[in-house]
């Protein structure tokens, strides 16, 4: 069973434009979700992060913006440079007695064109 | 953000042979880690948990007795590919969750990876 559901697989986007990620989770006692960004070869690093009292958290060009009546989040990147080209990744985790453990989404491969 | 730091990078060796891979917490301590495992243009599968002073807790699937884990310290987590076989070519990614956050700490820092090739 998938938890987070993550759209769309690749994405080209030009240089200037907006790039726009989709999740969708399933479990409601979900209460952080992170996006990543990964480089080949690399390990993730994270972008931002989001809780579900606010429904938008802005960072530089990046925002989430998250709805959850439709457990639904989604990252923005605005105004899209060639070095933005990676692989995103959103996650969500629950807090509990224990660290929590993050579930990821498939990823989302984005190359921006010069 | 805090750093955490694994070795070796790369790695090959040869199938039936076992490799350990390290993975460290620089600036800070960590009585828990993770292990993930990540197939080309896949995403990350949690392998399992890694407890300082205390046996791992592995996700379902995973063999424990292939994945051998080891939190020797608090800054220190091993994780041992035994008898390794093609198959288990992968990158192996180490997190930690944020320190001074306590329990139901949410953020995870991540290694930047070993490339495990089995021929």
């Known amino acids: 069973q998938q938890q987070v559901k993550q759209s769309p697989q690749s994405l080209i986007v030009q240089k200037g434009g907006i790039s726009i990620i989709n999740c969708a989770y399933e479990?409601?006692?979900?209460?952080?979700f992170p996006w990543y960004q990964q480089f080949p070869g690399k390990g993730p690093a994270l972008l931002i992060a989001?809780?579900?009292?606010?429904s938008e958290k802005k960072e530089g060009r990046f925002t989430i913006s998250f709805n959850k009546s439709a457990k639904q989040f989604s990252l923005h990147i605005m105004d899209s440079q060639p070095g933005d080209s990676a692989t995103y990744f959103c996650a969500a985790s629950r807090g509990n007695s224990g660290y929590s453990t993050l579930t990821f989404g498939k990823g989302t491969m984005l190359l921006v064109s010069p | 953000g805090a750093v955490v730091s694994q070795h070796p990078s790369r790695v090959i060796c040869k199938s039936g042979t076992s490799v350990k891979i390290e993975c460290r917490s620089l600036?800070?301590?960590?009585?828990?880690m993770f292990w993930y495992r990540q197939f080309p243009k896949q995403s990350l599968m949690l392998m399992a948990t890694s407890n300082e002073g205390s046996k791992a807790t592995y996700e379902q699937g995973v063999e424990k007795d292939k994945f051998l884990i080891n939190h020797a310290s608090l800054t220190l987590s091993t994780l041992t590919v035994t008898s390794a076989h093609p198959e288990d070519s992968s990158f192996y990614i180490c997190s930690a969750p944020e320190p001074l956050a306590g329990v139901g700490a949410n953020e995870q820092f991540f290694g930047p990876g070993t490339r495990l090739t089995v021929l």
């Open positions: 600036d800070f301590q960590a009585t828990t």
């Open positions: 989001i809780r579900p009292d606010v």
């Open positions: 479990n409601t006692a979900f209460d952080y």
